[in-house]
């Protein structure tokens, strides 16, 4: 998948929820004219017209983007998903995170989603949502599973293929330890240089994730506002997993 395609399949999503709305509204309407007594149709017309309006807005918008993103050749072979720098960020519609990475060039390069999606999450409260236990996946292009994650309250462990706890990250505690001897991390905000969060191990920036700005060649797919994940060249493969379950923890409850 491109990020031309994500536009296009999110205008989508937008258009569909346009035209619920209305078909919903159409039938209350029609509905209350044969009540015997007339309720008062007027409050139930704002909401819902309100809603149509916003998820035109978001229909519209992403079908620009759509129209404006170059063309790329689906048939580009990608290197393994650990080898990249830079990462893109956008949301997927879900109940939970589901977030796609792209690669500049504009394909995907890896995903991270619960394995186990349920719509009843839609309705649960942030509150009591933050209680339960949620296990993530990251994908790669493929749709090859790489790595878990799994997210309890204000902590996110990382698991290998045995399921084997490898390092822990404490979103509270800003924190993270992993199980190699002597090795820490740390989650450094709001740098005095760049609006941006960074992953500092043994006093080195390791990885950085900023929004607000990025090389003129990555806007001809990208908005300036999309999230650039950016790992450091010495950065390992630890370092970018535990970047990636303090990511999990910042967007977790992001509006997505």
Known sequence: MSIKQYYYRTAQSYLYACILAITLLTLLLMIGLFLPSRPPL???FIPFFLFSVVQLQGYLRYRKRAREALFVCLD????DF????DYLL???PAPALRLLLFHPNSLLAGEIKELNQTRWRYLLPDMLDRRL???FGLYDSTGKLLAYFIAVNQKVEVMDEDMNVVMVYDHHQQLGTSDEAGVKF?????SSTYTDVRVVREEKVVSRLQK???PTKWTKHFTINTPILSFDISSNRADKLFTLA???SHYQYENH
Do not use: C, N
């Open 76 to 79: 580009q072979k990608l290197d």
């Open 186 to 190: 740390m989650r450094s905000s709001h």
């Open 82 to 85: 650990f080898t990249y720098s």
């Open 246 to 248: 303090a990511v999990i």
């Open 42 to 44: 007027g409050l139930l």
């Open 133 to 135: 236990k949620k296990t």
């Open 212 to 214: 607000g700005w990025m």
């Open 90 to 92: 956008t949301f997927a």
